[in-house]
């Protein structure tokens, strides 16, 4: 609190003043003026916590006790006179002027830095007790209008209470549909995600369709198994349904850990593509491990139906990597597929391979045959597509193994693939 003070008639009192305040450390400010000039004045817009009156006038005096007290501003703010005379002549005719104080002249520095110690701790009590007044009298306004609200709320109660018995029906009811349509909005998103790619299914949610996207660098597999239909002839068809089912588990678990994507099952042929949705430089080679962990996988299998006494089930693989459009056609039965070239190439090199053998393209090869060991078949006629240069994926190079059989990359290769 900034104390300020107001001293008519007297200047040699404020230095003595200054000292005692900067002694004592109190945020103050003192304001000389001539009585004339203040009585003179019709109105003060200042705001004073102290005024002090040096005179021996009574009737001078009067008039300015007089003049401050008829304005709300003043009406409580302490005066000290300072007199020859001291308290005993005037104290009797201002005790009606609330708090007034006398010193007596020549004025003594202790009973002045008391009387100003004492009445910059009351300025400060009457500030604070006129602020919460003030509030207090807010909050009775307040109150009041609260009054006269809660009556005109209290003829509407019963009416209230029957429309939000009826809300809270209404409400009710449509927080358990709400709760259906969500759920079942769930299970409609849900499936969406398992039948398409994440960002495809994003997308059809979000605008209601997916728009069909070019790709230039895609890599595309085909599985299929030899003789299967031969199988089929001796066994029970929910048998052989049931077991497919756990191959290609299996194989869509493989794309899964390589990022691939499992377009569709088409009999027993399976198709996978890599670098789509999203696009990268790795796909050829991420396709390549996942057909050597598939192969790997058949292999298990048929050395354990083969102590069985049971048919096998070869698998023969072909790979190409071409430019492709993916993307989601027509309004039911969302598929996510690919189209182009590339995708008939691939089925031709998966169609020219042989049991138990990865088969590549030229051009799948030109992208790895620097990581993994391949042998040359040469040109061979495909339907359709003429001769193409084909390789057998035979394993990964030594310098880029893991394992002493070519199965498994190493740190070298994983770090050169994670460059491209």
């Not at 000292?19 to 304001?31: C, G, R």
């Not at 209470?161 to 409400?171: C, G, K, T």
């Not at 691939?260 to 088409?266: A, M, N, S, V, Y």
């Not at 084909?390 to 199965?407: A, L, N, Q, T, W």
Request: with cysteine.
């Amino acid at each position: 609190m900034n104390f300020s003070i107001l001293i008519i008639d007297n200047t040699s009192i404020s230095q003595v003043i200054e000292n005692i305040y900067d002694t004592i450390a109190l945020n103050h400010t003192i304001t000389e003026r001539t009585g004339e000039m203040i009585l003179a004045e019709a109105t003060i817009t200042d705001t004073y916590h102290y005024i002090i009156i040096d005179s021996e006038d009574e009737s001078y005096i009067m008039k300015l006790l007089n003049y401050f007290r008829s304005r709300r501003i003043f009406k409580h703010v302490p005066v000290l006179i300072l007199s020859k005379h001291g308290i005993t002549a005037f104290a009797e005719k201002f005790s009606s002027f609330g708090i007034v104080d006398f010193l007596q002249k020549p004025i003594d520095e202790y009973l002045l830095t008391y009387t100003l110690l004492y009445t910059y701790n009351v300025s400060r009590s009457l500030y604070s007790l006129q602020n919460e007044n003030l509030i207090l009298k807010q909050k009775l306004i307040n109150l009041e209008k609260l009054r006269v609200t809660n009556i005109s709320l209290a003829s509407a109660s019963q009416r209230l209470e029957d429309i939000n018995f009826l809300l809270e029906e209404s409400q009710s009811k449509i927080k358990n549909q709400q709760r259906e349509l969500i759920a079942e909005k769930n299970k409609s998103e849900e499936l969406l995600r398992n039948i398409l790619p994440e960002e495809i299914s994003r997308e059809l949610m979000i605008n209601g369709e997916a728009q069909p996207q070019f790709y230039k660098k895609v890599t595309v597999m085909f599985t299929d198994f030899v003789g299967f239909t031969k199988v089929c002839e001796k066994r029970e068809p929910q048998d052989m349904t049931q077991e497919l089912n756990r191959h290609f588990s299996y194989f869509d678990d493989i794309c899964e850990i390589h990022y691939l994507e499992k377009i569709k099952t088409i009999g027993d042929a399976y198709m996978c593509a890599g670098g789509i949705p999203m696009r990268n430089n790795s796909n050829p080679f991420d396709i390549i491990l996942a057909a050597m962990k598939m192969m790997a996988y058949m292999n298990i299998v048929n050395d354990e139906k083969m102590a069985r006494n049971e048919p096998v089930w070869q698998i023969r693989i072909g790979i190409h990597t071409g430019s492709v459009v993916a993307g989601v056609i027509g309004k039911r039965k969302f598929a996510y597929d690919i189209w182009g070239d590339a995708v008939n190439t691939a089925y031709r090199i998966e169609s020219t391979s042989e049991a138990g053998r990865i088969n590549i393209s030229g051009d799948t090869y030109n992208l790895v045959k620097d990581f993994f060991e391949c042998t040359y078949r040469g040109k061979i006629y495909a339907k359709n597509k003429g001769e193409i240069d084909m390789y057998f994926v035979d394993r990964i190079k030594p310098e880029f193994s893991k394992d002493e059989y070519g199965f498994a990359p190493n740190k070298e290769f994983n770090i050169a693939i994670a460059k491209l």
